[in-house]
């Protein structure tokens, strides 16, 4: 996979021997997990097109706790990703998205909309989210991570 310029979404693919890589950015922790979701249902499927498809929407909700930022968001792009591909969906929406402290550490919660899987959308099969070389950093802007997802 060759580099591809940055995405006004929050997000860009760099490239990575055998897998998918990419960078999400954010200006709140929050929007950092919703950029990371949508890369990585983006690398799975043509999002903009499940969306104008027509067809049921199905909600997802998500909702994770983790002692980290990092631990939070592969927690996050895990669960997501084995509910999806449980009920056979592809999601191409963040809905509403809840980043917060507790006394246990970080929790979120998030609300991800999707459509029953059709070929025609289909990219690649994203089989996980490898914890190996995930980085999370805080920025002048916000925050930034980057993920590889085991294709």
Do not use: C
């Not at 999400?24 to 043509?46: I, P, Q, W």
């Not at 903009?48 to 631990?71: F, N, W």
């Not at 509403?96 to 550490?105: A, C, P, T, Y």
């Amino acid at each position: 996979m060759s580099v591809q310029k940055p995405r006004a979404k929050g997000y860009r693919y760099i490239e990575h021997t055998a897998d998918v890589e990419f960078i999400a950015r954010g200006k709140t922790a929050a929007e950092l997990v919703r950029n990371s979701l949508l890369a990585m249902f983006d690398t799975a499927a043509y999002i903009g097109r499940v969306g104008r498809s027509g067809g049921k929407q199905h909600i997802i909700r998500i909702d994770d706790v983790a002692p980290d930022l990092g631990t939070l968001i592969w927690y996050v792009l895990q669960d997501a990703l084995s509910v999806a591909d449980a009920e056979q969906l592809f999601v191409y929406r963040v809905g509403r998205i809840n980043v917060k402290r507790e006394d246990s550490g970080l929790a979120a919660k998030a609300t991800l909309v999707g459509k029953a899987r059709e070929p025609q959308y289909s990219k690649l099969d994203v089989k996980g989210v490898s914890r190996y070389d995930m980085k999370v950093l805080k920025t002048a802007h916000g925050y930034s991570a980057s993920v590889v997802l085991d294709v």
